[in-house]
């Protein structure tokens, strides 16, 4: 259903990058999302007519579900613990495209009186079935590689979940030598977190992508000048617009990695682009000169 996203070099801070446009994938789905939900756009499911999830109020994950329903004329309905005053008052981003997609909102925990025709899924997307999707991104890789015979390759994509990484690194795993390693770093929680998503999902570490982090603590959706810093500058060195939660996490942590850059990288654009309407006017009001 989806063509395979480009791959382009960019220069950044004076190193040299692969760039996976994961981002380009698709017009309505946020990214990453779209390799996660692969499988429920390719597959049947006679018997569902909801979807049911849970998360924030302004997440891609949500997002791209209503996407998803929509375009399998299914419900959707999704639970929050809070929708900011200013958001219900103004929607925007994540929230407002997943409204006009016609997802319905609750506040609070969702009671599953029946299961039946519902598909149930975890925040982020956190499942099993997201390694089919996750796949075709991996042999997407592989294939881009033996066309510019690129044999030694490290990956970098920042986590949430870790879901998108783990079967990043899983589906490589029966390739033949040498493969490619996979690097993230936590954005949601530290990398004990992190270790413990990988292991819900996969107990044999060997296929375990490797944890990158920074020294200090960071907290997920809080404001950085750092994190706007190389934001603005990826920009404006690389022309391309990033997604203000993950990558600038990422960007900071690979580039404090230089081992890591001493093999040919590829860095995966995972989309949420959409999300920055919420985090970008946040910004400028905290740190614009
Ligand atoms: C969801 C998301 C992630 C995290 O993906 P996981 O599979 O949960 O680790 C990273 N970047 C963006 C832009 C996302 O939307």
Same mark, same amino acid.
């Given at each position: #259903?989806?063509?395979?996203?480009?791959?382009?070099?960019?220069?950044?801070?004076?190193?040299?990058?692969?760039?996976?446009?994961?981002? &380009?994938?698709? =017009?309505?789905?946020?990214?990453?999302?779209?390799?996660?939900?692969?499988?429920? %756009?390719?597959?049947?499911?006679?018997?569902?007519? $909801?979807?049911?999830?849970?998360?924030?109020?302004?997440?891609?994950? #949500?997002?791209?579900?209503?996407?998803?329903?929509?375009?399998?004329?299914?419900?959707?309905?999704?639970?929050? @613990?809070?929708?900011?005053?200013?958001?219900?008052?103004?929607?925007?981003?994540?929230?407002?495209?997943?409204?006009?997609?016609? #997802?319905?909102?609750?506040?609070?925990?969702?009671?599953?009186?029946?299961?039946?025709?519902?598909?149930?899924?975890?925040?982020?997307?956190?499942?099993?079935?997201?390694?089919?999707?996750?796949? !075709?991104?991996?042999?997407?890789?592989? @294939?881009?590689?033996?066309?510019?015979?690129?044999?030694?390759?490290?990956?970098?994509?920042?986590?949430?979940?870790?879901?998108?990484? !783990?079967?990043?690194?899983?589906?490589?795993?029966?390739?033949?030598?040498?493969? =490619?390693?996979?690097?993230?770093?936590?954005?949601?929680?530290?990398?004990?977190?992190?270790?413990?998503?990988?292991?819900? &999902?996969?107990? @044999?570490?060997?296929?375990?992508?490797?944890? !990158?982090?920074?020294?200090? $603590?960071?907290?997920?959706?809080?404001?950085?000048?750092?994190?706007?810093?190389?934001?603005?500058? &990826?920009?404006?060195?690389?022309?391309?617009?990033?997604?203000?939660?993950? @990558? =600038?996490?990422?960007?900071?942590? %690979?580039?404090?990695?230089?081992?890591? &850059?001493?093999?040919?990288?590829?860095?995966?654009?995972?989309?949420?682009?959409?999300?920055?309407?919420?985090?970008?006017?946040?910004?400028?009001?905290?740190?614009? #000169?």
């Amino acid at each position: #259903m989806f063509k395979s996203s480009p791959i382009e070099t960019i220069r950044f801070e004076n190193h040299s990058f692969y760039l996976k446009r994961d981002d &380009l994938l698709h =017009p309505d789905f946020s990214g990453n999302k779209a390799r996660k939900f692969y499988y429920f %756009l390719e597959n049947d499911f006679p018997d569902i007519s $909801k979807i049911i999830s849970y998360g924030s109020a302004q997440s891609n994950a #949500m997002y791209s579900l209503s996407v998803l329903a929509k375009m399998r004329g299914w419900e959707f309905e999704y639970f929050v @613990d809070h929708v900011a005053d200013y958001l219900r008052d103004n929607p925007h981003g994540n929230y407002k495209a997943a409204l006009e997609n016609g #997802m319905q909102i609750h506040v609070g925990r969702g009671v599953l009186s029946s299961t039946k025709n519902v598909l149930y899924i975890e925040e982020g997307g956190r499942q099993k079935e997201a390694e089919y999707g996750i796949r !075709l991104l991996a042999q997407e890789i592989i @294939d881009w590689q033996k066309e510019n015979n690129i044999k030694e390759l490290n990956i970098f994509l920042p986590s949430g979940t870790g879901t998108t990484a !783990l079967f990043l690194q899983k589906a490589f795993v029966g390739e033949r030598t040498p493969r =490619p390693t996979v690097y993230t770093c936590p954005c949601v929680g530290d990398s004990e977190y992190l270790k413990k998503q990988f292991l819900e &999902l996969e107990e @044999d570490e060997k296929y375990h992508p490797t944890i !990158l982090s920074l020294e200090k $603590k960071h907290h997920f959706g809080k404001l950085y000048r750092e994190n706007y810093k190389i934001w603005l500058k &990826l920009q404006q060195q690389t022309g391309v617009v990033f997604d203000l939660l993950y @990558d =600038p996490l990422g960007w900071r942590t %690979l580039l404090a990695h230089p081992e890591v &850059l001493t093999k040919p990288i590829l860095y995966i654009h995972q989309g949420g682009v959409l999300g920055n309407e919420s985090m970008l006017p946040r910004y400028e009001r905290k740190y614009k #000169m």
